[in-house]
């Protein structure tokens, strides 16, 4: 019996302990800094925070191999920041309707009847959209949609309750600085 216990001991060990203090020792692969610009769209870019992960995306400037865009996807603490964007020609509510349907449809899960209610949200650029916020018993976090230019762009804020509240307002000044490159929000 006590080997068994023994080994259950350093599996936990090596997942709560050892695991995470090596992640943290680890730098990051692509850290952004203060003031850096990630690009969603040809036209629609955010400010991000410092020393966030870059696991998809470019900043203002850059360029890959092709003319498209990968989705936005940084990382920090546990929580995960995306924000893809495709055409889409109707409002930011109707967006975040047809989001829920194809992630109900995929996954069987619904963000909406998790969430609270849709609140409206303006951007410093100007751009109008809606946000759900939900907290679940494994995850919480914020869907924010936008709609600029044919655009459909949507914000998704996940990760661990408390670490989402420590970079709360990180978090919402990142999504309050989605706008048009330009400036406006045509």
Same mark, same amino acid.
């Given at each position: 019996?006590? =080997? %068994?216990?023994?080994?259950?001991?350093?599996? *936990?060990?090596? *997942?709560?302990?050892?695991? =995470?203090?090596? &992640?943290?020792?680890?730098?990051?692969?692509?850290?952004?800094?203060?003031?850096?610009?990630?690009?969603?769209?040809?036209?629609?870019?955010?400010?991000?925070?410092?020393? *966030?992960?870059?696991?998809?995306?470019?900043?203002?400037?850059?360029?890959?191999?092709?003319?498209?865009? =990968?989705?936005?996807?940084?990382?920090?603490?546990?929580?995960?920041?995306?924000?893809?964007?495709?055409?889409?020609?109707?409002?930011?509510?109707?967006?975040?309707?047809?989001? &829920?349907?194809?992630?109900?449809?995929? %996954?069987?899960?619904?963000?909406?009847?998790?969430?609270?209610?849709?609140?409206?949200?303006?951007?410093?650029?100007?751009?109008?959209?809606?946000?759900?916020?939900?907290?679940? =018993?494994?995850?919480?976090?914020?869907?924010?949609?936008?709609?600029?230019?044919?655009?459909?762009?949507?914000?998704?804020?996940?990760?661990?309750?408390?670490?989402?509240?420590?970079?709360?307002?990180?978090?919402?000044?990142?999504?309050?600085?989605?706008?048009?490159?330009?400036?406006?929000?045509?």
């Amino acid at each position: 019996m006590f =080997p %068994y216990a023994a080994a259950i001991l350093a599996v *936990w060990l090596v *997942w709560a302990i050892i695991v =995470p203090a090596i &992640d943290s020792a680890v730098s990051s692969d692509n850290p952004t800094a203060a003031g850096d610009r990630m690009q969603v769209t040809s036209t629609v870019s955010l400010a991000v925070g410092p020393d *966030w992960n870059i696991d998809s995306g470019f900043r203002v400037g850059e360029r890959g191999a092709s003319d498209s865009l =990968p989705a936005v996807v940084l990382t920090q603490s546990g929580i995960t920041f995306a924000v893809e964007a495709d055409k889409f020609s109707g409002t930011a509510d109707e967006l975040l309707s047809q989001i &829920d349907a194809v992630d109900s449809a995929t %996954y069987g899960q619904s963000v909406l009847a998790l969430s609270g209610s849709r609140e409206p949200v303006t951007t410093e650029g100007g751009l109008s959209g809606v946000q759900i916020r939900f907290d679940t =018993p494994r995850a919480a976090g914020s869907v924010t949609t936008f709609v600029a230019r044919g655009d459909g762009i949507r914000v998704q804020v996940v990760g661990p309750p408390d670490q989402l509240a420590n970079r709360g307002q990180e978090i919402d000044a990142m999504i309050d600085s989605v706008g048009t490159t330009e400036g406006d929000a045509r």
